[in-house]
């Protein structure tokens, strides 16, 4: 397990491999796109099929994102808080 401190934007760039699951606690931003969809972007395609994403929040956005099939996963929302997105890479 790994764990990087600093803004996600940049220190999830590059992880070296294959992942198996990130978690993802964003916020909402006044403007433009939300922390976490800015970073599902960014990780989605280091993510191995099979590997798991959580979401802490589920803004508007990042459910947009990771419920759009052609982004490669399924999803569901769990009943903890105001909604944690628990989604699976199929693709």
Excluded: C
Aim: overall charge negative.
């Amino acid at each position: 397990m790994e764990i990087r401190e600093g803004d996600a934007r940049q220190t999830l760039r590059e992880l070296g491999g294959p992942v198996d699951f990130v978690l993802i606690d964003g916020w909402p931003n006044d403007e433009g796109s939300s922390l976490a969809r800015q970073v599902i972007e960014i990780v989605a395609p280091q993510i191995r099929k099979g590997g798991y994403v959580m979401n802490d929040n589920a803004e508007p956005d990042f459910l947009e994102y990771i419920r759009d099939p052609a982004n490669g996963f399924i999803s569901m929302t769990l009943p903890i808080k105001n909604g944690t997105e628990l989604s699976l890479k199929v693709g």
